[in-house]
């Protein structure tokens, strides 16, 4: 029987881990399953954790306000040495970009414990953008010996990098698994209803090279468009960081079809993504699962490590630049064309199967 522990501690990696902890864990024949969470993300964590009914064996509840780059590695490093020395697992497994995957991963590397990544090969090959993320992946692939690529593109992102091609394994991305069960025709909330009748842009932001001037010039862009276009509601479920909450409040207070609201949990956030009419965003995750529900997502980022998403039509990038993003944004809501082309559904990024393939991979 193996050993695995899955390390993980934001939100996303935790909405794409826990399919995959109770796969794992539906399978004690095989696996003995350690959960260890950073605590890099407080209330954003813990809701998912309670939505897929994962209890954590391991806390480092490592979450400061404010919190810098240091702060995280450094947190994660000095506390999770004794948690792997104690526990010594065949393999830790390790999600994504994030500063929690980056520092798990090196400290399994220094007790010379095997890693395992899941969601590698991701590339943009722009060390600044995102930033840390590209430089967290492509350190966590340096240290990994085994690849669960989401896709063909970053399974050839990793042999570009000479890694072994029978180390890398196709799974699709364990963020769709969730989807096959979270979106619901009967679903209902208030503020769903609230936009009912007009068009409803769904609103995210909190990349770490945005926070500034390029989040001002993006809220101020969409709000002009929407003052312009009486039909349009907006929801934004805002991240918790205090500086993208200080942004938010400067720029879009005072517009009342605009709604500012806490962090949803994952299955109202995928339902009320079903019922947008298009996104605005510069999330990881949210790119991987727009194409599946068919939605156009505007990605308020000058890169993408998500091209699929690009070449199946639903995403395009529009930059951080106030002027694009009003020119793109308004296209989309004024030529049903351009609309109609970016929003039909595709599966890009897998079948909703992923932790059934890497738990029968990790298994042999
Ligand atoms: C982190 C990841 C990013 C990922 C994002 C997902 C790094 C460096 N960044 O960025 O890759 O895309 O999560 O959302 O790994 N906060 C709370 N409560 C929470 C979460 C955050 O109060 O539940 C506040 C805290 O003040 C915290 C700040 O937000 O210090 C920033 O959190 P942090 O994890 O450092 O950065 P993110 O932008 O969330
Ligand atoms: N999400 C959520 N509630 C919200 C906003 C987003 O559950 O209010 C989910 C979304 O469906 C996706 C993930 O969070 O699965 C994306 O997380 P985020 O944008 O914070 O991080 P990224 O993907 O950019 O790393």
């Known amino acids: 029987m193996n050993k695995a522990m899955l390390v993980f501690g934001t939100r996303p ?3 794409k881990m826990c399919p995959l902890a109770n796969e794992l864990r539906s399978r004690p024949e095989d696996f003995e399953t350690v959960v260890c ?44 040495k004794s948690v792997l020395a104690d526990e010594r697992p065949d393999v830790v497994l390790v999600h994504g970009d994030t500063t929690t995957s980056f520092a798990a991963a090196l400290a399994a590397f220094y007790l010379q414990i095997p890693v395992g990544h899941v ?33 063909e ?5 990793l042999l570009d990098e000479a890694k072994p091609g029978d180390r890398i394994f196709v799974t699709g991305n364990t963020g769709i698994d969730a989807l096959r069960t979270t979106v619901r025709e009967s679903y209902s909330d208030p ?7 007009s068009r409803l842009i769904l609103i995210t932001a909190h990349r770490r090279e945005n926070l500034g001037e390029p989040m001002h010039r993006m809220f ?40 500012i609201i806490d962090p949803l949990e994952v299955v109202d956030f995928h339902n009320f993504m079903a019922r947008s009419h298009l996104i605005l965003t510069d999330s990881g995750g949210i790119q991987e699962e727009a194409p599946s529900l068919g939605k156009p997502v505007l990605v308020m980022r000058d ?4 091209p699929e998403g690009v070449e199946a039509g639903t995403l395009r990038l529009v930059g951080t630049e106030e002027p694009t993003i009003y020119r793109e944004f308004s296209r989309l809501l004024d030529d049903p064309a351009e609309y109609k082309a970016m929003s039909h559904a595709s599966n890009p990024y897998g079948d909703g199967h992923a932790s059934e393939r890497i738990a029968r991979i990790l298994a042999k």
């Open 191 to 197: 503020e769903l209803g609230w936009a009912e009748g």
């Open 37 to 80: 969470v950073t605590g890099q993300h407080r209330e954003m964590l813990d809701q998912v954790l309670g939505v897929f009914g994962v209890k954590p064996d391991y806390d480092l509840h490592v979450m400061r306000p404010g919190q810098t780059l240091f702060d995280i590695t450094s947190g994660v490093m000095s506390k999770i």
């Open 220 to 259: 101020r862009a969409i709000r002009r468009v929407m003052e312009e276009r009486p039909d349009t509601k907006a929801i934004y479920p805002i991240h918790m960081n205090p500086q993208v909450r200080k942004a938010a409040h400067e720029e879009l207070d005072g517009f009342d079809r605009l709604h």
């Open 303 to 306: 890169t993408t490590e998500r």
């Open 153 to 157: 593109t970053s399974r050839q992102n």
């Open 13 to 15: 990696e935790a909405i």
């Open 119 to 151: 969601e590698a090969g991701l590339r943009t090959r722009n060390l600044y953008s995102p930033w840390p993320e590209e430089f967290n992946r492509q350190a966590v692939d340096v240290i990994s010996s085994w690849y669960f690529a989401p896709t």
